[in-house]
């Protein structure tokens, strides 16, 4: 099976951030959103992490339809993400809680995008 490697990819400098697909719109104007690191990921799956003050973003590169054997998801929990590729989870660990019920994820032309809620919390 053909793998493809960021390190293969002649425009790909690592430490430079590298937007796949999803399209932030920061809550409280530009500005709003803290591009979390994102380490020792496996080279099949490339994907970047952006947090905003209520949410977090996970955009990821998905094989080409000819590679896979079965439909991609995601597995969205509290405290971390798994992206579904061909049977095979890739865990990401989030950098925070989020609400399960109010996250989402979507695919579109090889690339899925992943939207979590952060919980709200109210003081009386």
Not at 26 to 52: A, K, S
Not at 84 to 103: A, C, D, K, M, Y
């Amino acid at each position: 099976m053909e793998r493809h490697r960021l390190e293969d990819d002649g425009s790909y400098r690592r430490g430079s951030l590298r937007i796949i697909g999803c399209i932030l719109r920061p809550e409280g104007g530009f500005g709003g959103y803290v591009l979390v690191p994102v380490e020792n990921h496996p080279p099949d799956i490339p994907f970047e992490m952006i947090e905003t003050e209520n949410r977090i973003y996970i955009t990821a590169a998905l094989p080409p339809d000819t590679m896979l054997t079965s439909a991609p998801y995601a597995r969205i929990e509290t405290e971390r993400v798994a992206i579904v590729v061909n049977e095979h989870e890739t865990w990401i660990p989030l950098p925070s809680r989020i609400n399960v019920f109010h996250s989402t994820y979507t695919i579109r032309h090889g690339v899925m995008d992943i939207f979590c809620r952060k919980p709200v919390f109210f003081t009386l």
